[in-house]
């Protein structure tokens, strides 16, 4: 039902990216595009624009793995030709020439092929000139403002779907975005309301703060066995939360590991630091399956 | 004597150096006239080192043990004493005590804070020699909140770079059950209620063990399956006169607080043990429910890894080949006992999961769709002027709070 990925009509890099047969074809062509943006960057340290088009929940065995200088990881590099050899320094890489797009691929025991969700995303700007709250509580339908309270106005919108803590200093907190390109376009709205309402408001020093994402292994965690074997790392304490609370640190993720096999991820600054830790840590988690 | 001087008035040689108060004085001893004196006052720079210190910048701080501190540590002492802990036990919580002390951010915490820091001091000496104390204990005897220990536990914990090992299921198991009283007859237990310890205490462990096995442990608080599996064992050793008896008339019984969770650990594990029932042929026959199946739990106890085994397939296995269509539905709890037909065929093998996997959930959350937000569109006016109030509005809206202002500040008739 799905057309072959060595089809003149897709690009050759998805030769790269065998589980986009299960992509529906109007997000294959964006998907394929973005792709290459993605093995593009995979070199790049930064990778804070990037959007991964794929699905949450897959069962192919494969990830596109955006995390570079990680050599236990996949490595996607875009090659000149078809049919790319697998690197023989690369034990762990991708089988790339034995890709045909019907057959499965042999499960690779680093790749998870489960992509963590991002849920939502803490960002900073400075809108760079002193604001008067009441005002804002008094011209914007959308703001709430009770000092005693809480010393900023609370402002909603609805898309992207977000809230913001807008300070008199003229510091902004944005919350509640899926990814960030959506809180830097919520935050830039925040910011022309203020505009608007006459501030002379400018967008200075955007920078994500934290992200935070989840996503289910589809399999029971003995979490007591985990507390055992990586004590310096994880706090389990079951007369306070049902959760182990695991302190990675490299990258400096903490995850919140639930028996039911969800995972949370959170502490970030970077995409890439979410798929990095995810992937570090689902081996792990694969050793404790059985009770 | 000092050497060399005389008293101008009197001629005397016998000058001696004296200090009236603070002033540095030389005096002649027969006559008294004052010779020479010091200065009384002096300029700010002259005393330098004559200048009092104050006390958070002394030293005074790292060689006194300050006053709450020795109440903390006398907390401590006491909190050991109370719950007969032995000896070792209490210098090591002193120690951690006076460790945590030195951090700052402990020093200069509340005092409700270095109350509850005792409690953890003793906790986490328990935990590191298998003492099985439970938080909730400590925060009985501390008459603290909770969700403050847990605080300033995990903080201390992390501060001091500690390693706790988790509460010990056994040691617990055998002091808590120790505290249920039921092993002597009395006005309110009647014969008939009452059970050798030993026998209970290791039945109770068999089924907590049993509880372990099949996921009803993990990531749960402990105490409210040792309680419920307490009350199974207390039942199966003498089902028929104390099936009757409810969890929490048990519990009444026994001098114990019944914790809100128990109820429900308490038909997660009969429902596991239904599931064993099933596999044993003598019992299949019977089709037993939750209240039956309490009179063998002897027998199910007695080939529990059997059972366990051949009741339950690895849900971890399973769950790779899920969405095969392959009767997931066996998942569900009773089913399987009400459509056998007697002594045909054992039940297939129910899914071995933590009862959080088994429940379907309770809300579907929706994949969202791809988003191809760049960050850097275009806003339109219309979009944003849709959240600004027009000027009328305003007007409104201003009229509107004053007229509330103006309500709320008219007194109310007495």
Same mark, same amino acid.
């Given at each position: 039902?799905?057309?072959?990925?060595?089809?003149?009509?897709?690009?050759?890099?998805?030769?790269?990216?065998p589980?986009?047969?299960?992509?529906?074809?109007?997000?294959?062509?964006?998907?394929?595009?973005?792709?290459?943006?993605?093995?593009?960057e995979?070199?790049?340290t930064q990778?804070?624009?990037?959007?991964?088009p794929?699905?949450?929940?897959?069962?192919?065995?494969?990830?596109?793995?955006?995390?570079?200088?990680?050599?236990?990881?996949?490595?996607?590099?875009?090659?000149?030709?078809n049919?790319?050899?697998?690197?023989?320094?690369?034990?762990?890489?991708?089988?790339?020439?034995?890709?045909?797009?019907?057959?499965?691929?042999?499960?690779?025991?680093?790749?998870?092929?489960?992509?963590p969700?991002?849920?939502?995303?803490?960002?900073?700007?400075?809108?760079?000139?002193?604001?008067?709250?009441?005002?804002?509580?008094?011209?914007? &339908?959308?703001?709430?403002?009770?000092? &005693?309270?809480?010393?900023?106005?609370?402002?909603r919108?609805?898309?992207?779907?977000?809230?913001?803590?807008?300070?008199?200093?003229?510091?902004?907190?944005?919350?509640?975005?899926?990814?960030?390109?959506?809180?830097?376009?919520?935050?830039?709205?925040?910011?022309?309301?203020?505009q608007?309402?006459?501030?002379?408001?400018?967008f200075?020093?955007?920078?994500?703060?934290?992200?935070?994402a989840?996503?289910?292994?589809?399999?029971?965690?003995?979490?007591?066995?985990?507390?055992?074997?990586?004590?310096?790392?994880?706090?389990?304490?079951?007369?306070?939360?049902?959760?182990?609370?695991?302190?990675?640190?490299?990258?400096?993720?903490?995850?919140?590991i639930?028996?039911?096999?969800?995972?949370?991820?959170?502490?970030? &600054?970077?995409?890439?630091?979410?798929?990095?830790?995810?992937?570090?840590?689902?081996p792990?988690? &694969?050793?404790?399956?059985?009770? | 004597?000092?050497?060399?001087?005389?008293?101008?008035?009197?001629?005397?040689?016998?000058?001696?150096?004296?200090?009236?108060?603070?002033?540095?004085q030389?005096?002649?001893?027969?006559?008294? +006239?004052?010779?020479?004196?010091?200065?009384?006052?002096?300029t700010?720079?002259?005393?330098?080192?004559?200048?009092?210190v104050?006390?958070?910048r002394?030293?005074?701080?790292?060689?006194q043990?300050?006053? $709450?501190?020795?109440?903390g540590?006398?907390?401590?002492?006491?909190? +050991?004493?109370?719950?007969?802990? *032995?000896p070792?036990?209490?210098?090591?919580?002193?120690?951690?005590?006076?460790q945590?002390?030195?951090?700052?951010?402990?020093?200069?915490?509340?005092?409700?804070?270095?109350?509850?820091?005792?409690?953890?001091?003793?906790?986490?000496?328990?935990?590191?020699?298998?003492?099985?104390?439970?938080?909730?204990t %400590?925060?009985?005897?501390?008459?603290?909140?909770? !969700?403050?220990?847990?605080?300033?536990y995990?903080?201390?914990?992390?501060?001091?770079?500690?390693?706790v *090992? $988790?509460? +010990?299921?056994?040691?617990?198991?055998?002091?808590? +059950?120790?505290?249920?009283?039921?092993?002597?007859?009395?006005?309110?237990?009647?014969?008939?209620?009452?059970?050798?310890?030993?026998?209970?205490?290791?039945?109770?462990?068999?089924?907590v063990?049993?509880?372990?096995?099949?996921?009803?442990?993990?990531?749960?608080? *402990?105490?409210p399956?040792?309680?419920?599996a307490?009350?199974?064992?207390?039942? $199966?050793?003498?089902?028929? !006169?104390?099936?009757?008896?409810?969890?929490?008339?048990?519990?009444? #019984?026994?001098?114990?607080?019944?914790?809100?969770?128990?109820?429900?650990r308490?038909?997660?594990?009969?429902?596991?043990? #239904?599931?064993?029932?099933?596999q044993?042929?003598?019992?299949?026959?019977?089709?037993?429910?939750?209240?039956s199946?309490?009179?063998? %739990?002897?027998?199910?106890?007695?080939?529990?890894?059997?059972?366990v085994?051949?009741?339950?397939r690895d849900?971890?296995?399973?769950?790779?080949?899920q969405g095969?269509?392959q009767?997931?539905?066996?998942? !569900?709890?009773?089913s399987?006992? #009400?459509?056998?037909?007697?002594?045909?065929?054992p039940?297939?093998?129910?899914?071995?999961?933590?009862?959080?996997?088994?429940?379907?959930?309770?809300?579907?959350?929706p994949?969202?769709?791809?988003?191809?937000?760049?960050?850097d569109?275009?806003?339109?006016?219309?979009? %944003?002027?849709?959240?600004?109030?027009?000027?009328?509005?305003?007007?409104?809206?201003?009229?509107?709070?004053?007229?509330?202002?103006?309500?709320q500040?008219?007194?109310?008739?007495?």
């Amino acid at each position: 039902p799905r057309s072959p990925l060595l089809s003149p009509s897709v690009p050759y890099d998805t030769a790269f990216n065998p589980q986009l047969e299960e992509l529906s074809q109007e997000n294959k062509d964006q998907a394929v595009i973005r792709s290459k943006h993605e093995i593009e960057e995979n070199c790049k340290t930064q990778s804070q624009q990037t959007t991964l088009p794929l699905p949450s929940q897959l069962d192919t065995g494969l990830a596109l793995n955006s995390s570079s200088g990680s050599s236990s990881h996949s490595h996607l590099h875009p090659a000149d030709g078809n049919s790319a050899q697998p690197s023989p320094e690369k034990p762990h890489s991708l089988p790339l020439a034995s890709i045909t797009p019907m057959t499965p691929m042999a499960p690779i025991s680093e790749c998870s092929g489960i992509v963590p969700q991002l849920q939502n995303i803490v960002s900073t700007v400075n809108l760079a000139c002193k604001l008067d709250l009441k005002k804002i509580a008094l011209h914007a &339908k959308n703001a709430e403002y009770n000092p &005693k309270r809480f010393a900023a106005v609370i402002m909603r919108i609805r898309e992207p779907r977000t809230t913001a803590l807008i300070f008199s200093s003229g510091k902004m907190v944005c919350t509640g975005a899926k990814s960030e390109e959506q809180s830097r376009l919520a935050a830039r709205k925040y910011a022309r309301v203020v505009q608007k309402l006459g501030f002379p408001a400018r967008f200075l020093d955007f920078t994500i703060q934290n992200m935070v994402a989840s996503c289910d292994v589809r399999f029971p965690i003995s979490l007591e066995g985990l507390v055992l074997t990586h004590q310096q790392f994880s706090s389990y304490e079951p007369e306070l939360f049902p959760g182990l609370i695991y302190r990675m640190v490299k990258p400096r993720i903490v995850l919140l590991i639930f028996v039911s096999g969800k995972v949370v991820l959170t502490g970030a &600054k970077k995409r890439s630091d979410i798929y990095e830790a995810f992937e570090n840590i689902y081996p792990i988690l &694969k050793g404790f399956k059985k009770a | 004597m000092s050497g060399g001087g005389r008293c101008p008035d009197c001629g005397s040689a016998e000058l001696v150096e004296d200090s009236h108060y603070s002033q540095n004085q030389l005096v002649c001893s027969d006559c008294g +006239c004052v010779v020479t004196e010091g200065v009384l006052t002096t300029t700010f720079s002259d005393e330098g080192n004559l200048r009092e210190v104050t006390y958070s910048r002394s030293t005074g701080e790292n060689e006194q043990v300050s006053r $709450s501190q020795q109440r903390g540590l006398r907390r401590v002492r006491d909190l +050991c004493r109370v719950l007969q802990l *032995p000896p070792t036990f209490e210098d090591t919580a002193v120690a951690y005590y006076q460790q945590a002390h030195q951090l700052a951010g402990i020093r200069t915490a509340r005092l409700q804070k270095k109350e509850v820091l005792a409690g953890c001091c003793v906790l986490i000496t328990c935990r590191q020699r298998n003492w099985p104390l439970t938080m909730g204990t %400590i925060c009985t005897l501390l008459y603290a909140d909770l !969700d403050v220990f847990s605080g300033t536990y995990m903080q201390i914990v992390k501060l001091l770079g500690l390693d706790v *090992p $988790s509460l +010990c299921l056994v040691d617990l198991v055998k002091t808590y +059950c120790s505290s249920f009283k039921l092993f002597e007859a009395s006005p309110s237990v009647p014969a008939k209620y009452v059970e050798d310890k030993e026998k209970m205490l290791s039945r109770t462990l068999q089924l907590v063990e049993l509880a372990d096995e099949t996921w009803l442990v993990t990531g749960r608080h *402990p105490l409210p399956v040792i309680t419920a599996a307490t009350f199974l064992a207390w039942q $199966s050793l003498r089902p028929s !006169d104390r099936l009757t008896c409810s969890l929490a008339r048990f519990c009444k #019984l026994a001098n114990v607080d019944l914790p809100y969770p128990a109820s429900s650990r308490l038909q997660e594990l009969l429902a596991v043990l #239904l599931r064993m029932a099933e596999q044993l042929p003598w019992l299949q026959v019977l089709k037993l429910d939750k209240r039956s199946v309490v009179k063998h %739990i002897g027998d199910l106890l007695q080939h529990r890894h059997m059972l366990v085994r051949k009741a339950f397939r690895d849900g971890t296995a399973e769950m790779d080949g899920q969405g095969q269509g392959q009767g997931l539905g066996d998942g !569900d709890v009773g089913s399987s006992s #009400l459509e056998l037909p007697a002594g045909k065929r054992p039940a297939s093998p129910a899914l071995l999961l933590p009862p959080c996997m088994l429940k379907p959930p309770k809300r579907v959350c929706p994949i969202p769709p791809v988003s191809t937000v760049t960050g850097d569109e275009d806003i339109s006016d219309s979009e %944003i002027e849709q959240y600004l109030r027009t000027p009328q509005e305003i007007r409104d809206f201003q009229k509107a709070q004053a007229a509330r202002q103006a309500a709320q500040s008219v007194p109310n008739p007495t």
